[in-house]
């Protein structure tokens, strides 16, 4: 597996992923939380959706 550095360094340069930009929204909603509350509302998110393809 690859680590987490290259894997953030990748998709750094990848022409793709540079064309995305937060909103103004988006943006004042991950100053206003913080980042490790977006993250940690993201994996419980994943997880759940998950679990419902499962079933």
């Known amino acids: ?3 987490v550095e ?3 360094d990748r998709l750094s ?4 992923r540079q064309r995305f ?3 103004a ?8 939380k913080g980042l ?3 993250l940690e509302r993201f994996r419980f998110n994943l ?3 998950r679990r419902l393809r499962r079933s």
């Open 1 to 3: 597996m690859r680590g």
């Open 6 to 8: 290259e894997v953030f």
């Open 13 to 16: 340069r990848s022409a793709f």
């Open 21 to 23: 930009r937060l909103s």
């Open 25 to 32: 929204a988006d943006r004042a909603y991950l100053d206003e």
């Open 36 to 38: 490790p509350t977006v």
């Open 47 to 49: 997880v759940h959706i």
